[in-house]
């Protein structure tokens, strides 16, 4: 009984929490959707299909979510919406069809569809009618029972395109093979099909593709267009040299209805079908999508200037033309577009009333633009695939601050020091009377306790955004368009300068790979304003990258970057001779290989020292300490006040590596020093499997992981001590002190997780904690004492004067552990925390789909007033205080020299 209540103070004390006024002051989230696939424009909402596996309905006029639903890998949208009154109705991986209400996302209606078989293409007829063609059947019915079979189709047929106008749609089977080409004809009206044979005007040695515009189907063969119309009895075919087309095409796209594109080398044209006849409309630039508007106007794009033209089909007129260039809609080529109805407000009022446009961005965003240069909005959908991300330090000032550093004579600084000084006070004084005049936006000073950061981060597409901690708001993006990810999935970004060394710009590093992913890119940033102040690309892959202590005469910090080559390269450049002194270590996991070996600088070379095989059949992990990670305590003072010392060694690093099947399998974690590549500990697990998340942090390795014969996810810390004191504080790995003995223990997870970080404060003075994240959308601030491998099973007095928590072997956590309170976050990836001048608060920013950022306080703010603390009662206690000191001193003067006349 005892023991229950010494657990329920311990945990009373450590949960964090936040007053429901507190909610969104220190925190902000932002809610994405992905990388659109699949979308279908409509007045009341555009609704999305992403890679992601995510629905979605995004509001027309403000781009706001209006609804969205996540899906498994095997249940994701693999058609075209289709809106049908006031439902839009998607068709499903799984061979489910769903009905969702536009405008609030409810299901109304899921059916499974008996065919195992994919689904080319299905429309609405009307508002209860629906029409499915699958690879052997085509299929009609009202949308709660879409079954009625009407036509079989061959299985050496494949549907070359559909047609469709009102309620009569056309199918076009053809067979490659010998040439054979069916109509399939439905009539909405009479619920009726029949088939006829045509003969195809074209080669039937060559290929052709045919393409579907709504109420017609066309296809390009040569320097000869072969089109039909619904209702024609067989196809037409025409010369494009008869339409004026001069120049060789190898292409042709859908542009909306009775519209196309044909693209060649040097230009494109657009063609149109009216009234059974074909003919060119205008000729245009060789990269160009379009989509027909209206009865008689198209919109086009031409690519990469991204300039839009709005062209009457009937005589080719161009009646407006803009480019987006130099909107920022976005970056990149515009990849398709979509119309909305003419009554947005963002449609192009010219001669015709035309809708606006949604485009899909080569970058992954999205926009709806139009003819006004303010009109419009913007989604940033690539930061739902940020893969790396770094917090950076806010300018020191909004003046120009002097460099202290640039000169080595004491008076030189000491002047310097004086006219800083003196800046100081002139810009307090300007403050004072209103004149100061700031450089830079308040927003981006760093504040008196460096709570709010840039937070700089890349997404998979080479997307580069940087955006203030304080409001969530994007600074700058900037999209590198020659840059994919390396091998792991991941960029590698460095602070190489801060922005401290004015008139010297900040300078990030992030390394990347070509697009065919032989060769390692660097690419050089200013995080304050997203210029490129360097590139190079290398001759090889990237192995490794190493952040060393070393400045050149900028206070640039030196990267060394070693490749696949054994070449060791530096930035900035050419700076060998400043590290060439220092003994440098290179360690690279090699996961194809399943082996890890450790390199020695050597000039521009680097030399291999050691080489380990992993015995395994995957790596599931790999994590190292990070280089800021500061240790406060060297020991840990015991109950009986004897001392346990840490074994503190700043170059190991974890790797967990998986064997066998996923049932009788078995994960081993292992930790190396790097430099000299001794096993320091081994751990077996049998019977567990992947995905395995772990941290490196002071003396202790965490791990998470899944236990197939208990069917359950645990935790596992271990503790590395020293048997005594060491001699010194310095650590050389060259001379390992192998640590004697660990402390294991494990705990059962309640749920699965999908990232884990630890929190870092300034000086490491407050006490840790580990910050899970959830699969479910959560993320748990747990304290380091409920992971202590020390927990004892019945606690003794000395336990207790430790204040170690009696051990149970679930984690059992506390609603109010969750920083993220009532908010559920989408597919989180990953999490950083960050410093800031309060030794009591750490800053946290997680990253998926969606993003999350908040402030962190596991010890509470015990560094900082309340935010209800009563100043003027305080400064009126003070004030009593000072006049009652002043009339007690004058009281007892005149008491003492009276008693001196007595």
């Known amino acids: ?70 899906f498994k890998e095997e249940d994701a949208v693999s058609v075209e919406p289709v809106v049908c009154g006031d439902e839009v109705v998607t068709y499903h991986s799984s061979n489910r069809y769903r009905h969702w209400d536009i405008l609030t996302g409810m299901l109304t209606l899921d059916t499974r569809h008996h065919e195992e078989t994919e689904v080319l293409f299905y429309t609405s007829l009307s508002y209860e009618k629906m029409i499915r063609v699958t690879r052997s059947t085509l299929y009609w019915g009202k949308h709660e029972n879409l079954g009625s079979s009407l036509i079989d189709i061959p299985a050496e047929m494949n549907l070359a395109g559909y047609m469709k106008s009102g309620v009569k749609v056309e199918g076009v089977l053809y067979n490659r093979a010998n040439g054979q080409c069916k109509i399939v004809q439905f009539d909405g009206n009479q619920d009726s099909a029949r088939v006829t044979d045509v003969q195809v005007p074209w080669n039937r040695a060559q290929d052709i593709k ?71 409309v205008k000729a245009i630039g060789k990269d160009v999508v379009g989509q027909v508007v209206g009865s008689d106007h198209i919109v086009l794009i031409s690519r990469p200037d991204n300039t839009i033209s709005l062209v009457q089909l009937s005589n080719g007129f161009e009646a407006h033309s803009y480019s987006l260039g130099t909107r920022g809609y976005g970056r990149g080529q515009v990849k398709s577009l979509a119309t909305l109805t003419s009554s947005h407000p963002c449609s192009l009022v010219t001669t015709v009333r035309i809708p606006g446009l949604f485009l899909v961005w080569e970058d992954e965003s999205l926009t709806v633009v139009g003819n006004n240069e303010t009109c419009g909005w913007i989604r940033e959908e690539s930061l739902s695939s940020v893969v790396s991300a770094t917090m950076l330090d806010l300018p020191a000032s909004s003046f120009i601050p002097v460099n202290l550093h640039k000169h080595t004579n004491p008076i030189k600084l000491w002047t310097e020091r004086v006219s800083l000084q003196l800046m100081d006070l002139q810009k307090l004084i300007n403050l004072y009377f209103g004149t100061a005049v700031s450089e830079v936006s308040p927003e981006m000073e760093r504040d008196s306790f460096n709570l709010n950061k840039l937070i700089f981060t890349v997404s998979t597409v080479g997307k580069v955004h940087v955006l203030h901690s304080n409001t969530g708001r994007i600074i700058w993006s900037r999209y590198l368009d020659d840059i994919t990810p390396l091998s792991n999935g991941q960029y590698q970004v460095h602070l190489v300068r801060s922005a401290s060394h004015y008139p010297l710009p900040a300078l990030v590093a992030v390394f990347g790979a070509t697009l065919d992913g032989k060769k390692a890119v660097l690419t050089v940033l200013n995080p304050l304003d997203g210029s490129l102040q360097y590139r190079q690309e290398f001759d090889s892959k990237l192995a490794q990258v190493q952040l060393t202590s070393v400045e050149d005469n900028e206070f640039s910090k030196v990267l060394l970057i070693l490749t696949d080559d054994k070449q060791v390269h530096t930035y900035p450049p050419n700076l060998h001779e400043l590290v060439e002194h220092i003994p440098l270590y290179f360690t690279v996991v090699y996961p194809e290989q399943m082996l890890l070996k450790g390199f020695v600088l050597h000039g521009t070379k680097a030399e291999e020292t050691w080489s380990t095989h992993l015995r395994g059949d995957k790596v599931l992990a790999v994590n190292s300490k990070a280089t800021n990670d500061a240790v406060y305590s060297q020991g840990r003072v015991l109950g009986d006040r004897s001392v346990l010392h840490k074994y503190i060694n700043p170059n190991v690093m974890a790797v967990a590596v998986e064997s066998g099947s996923a049932d009788k399998g078995q994960v081993d974690v292992q930790l190396y020093d790097m430099i000299s590549g001794t096993q320091l500990y081994h751990s077996r697990h049998k019977q567990y499997s ?82 899970f994240a959830e699969a479910s959308g959560r993320i748990a601030l747990v304290p380091k004492a409920l992971l202590d491998p020390r927990r004892p099973t019945i606690p003794t007095a000395e336990d207790r004067q430790e204040q170690l928590i009696p051990y149970t072997p679930q984690l059992n956590l506390s609603p109010m552990s969750y920083v993220t309170y009532n908010k559920t976050l989408q597919d989180i990836r990953g999490m950083i925390t960050g410093v800031t001048g309060l030794e009591s608060t750490s800053l946290l920013f997680a990253y998926g789909t969606d993003l999350y950022f908040t402030r962190v306080t596991p010890a509470k703010t015990f560094d900082m007033l309340n935010e209800d603390f009563d100043y003027y009662l305080i400064g009126l206690v003070l004030l009593g205080l000072l006049f009652g000191t002043i009339v007690t001193q004058a009281l007892a003067e005149n008491k003492a020299l009276n008693k001196k006349w007595k």
Request: one cysteine or more; a positive charge.
């Open 1 to 70: 009984m005892l023991a229950r209540a010494v657990l329920l103070l311990l945990l009373v004390a450590a949960v964090h929490s936040i007053y429901e006024d507190q909610i969104g002051l220190y925190d902000w989230h932002r809610r994405y959707v992905g990388a659109v696939e699949h979308r279908v424009a409509d007045s009341r909402a555009i609704v999305v299909a992403t890679k992601k596996n995510i629905l979605a309905a995004l509001h027309p006029r403000t781009g706001e979510i209006m609804w969205r639903h996540k």
């Open 690 to 771: 992947g995905p395995v998340h772990m941290l490196v942090v002071e003396n202790w390795l965490l791990y998470h992981m899944w236990c197939s014969k208990l069917r359950r996810y645990e935790v596992v810390i271990v503790e590395f001590f020293l048997p005594s004191a060491p001699n010194t504080t310095d650590f050389s790995s060259l001379f390992p002190r192998t640590p004697s003995f660990s402390i294991q223990q494990a705990y059962i997870a309640t749920s699965p997780l999908s990232a884990i970080t630890v929190t870092t404060t300034l000086k490491s003075i407050t006490n840790r904690a580990v910050l």
């Open 210 to 280: 045919l393409v579907s515009s709504e109420d017609s189907i066309a296809g390009l063969q040569g320097d000869s267009i072969f089109y039909k119309t619904v209702g024609a009895e067989s196809f037409k075919v025409a010369k494009l040299t008869d339409m004026g087309i001069s120049w060789s095409v190898n292409s042709i796209e859908s542009a909306g209805k009775s519209a196309y594109i044909v693209s060649g080398n040097q230009l494109s044209a657009v063609i149109a079908v009216k009234d059974g006849k074909i003919r060119a």
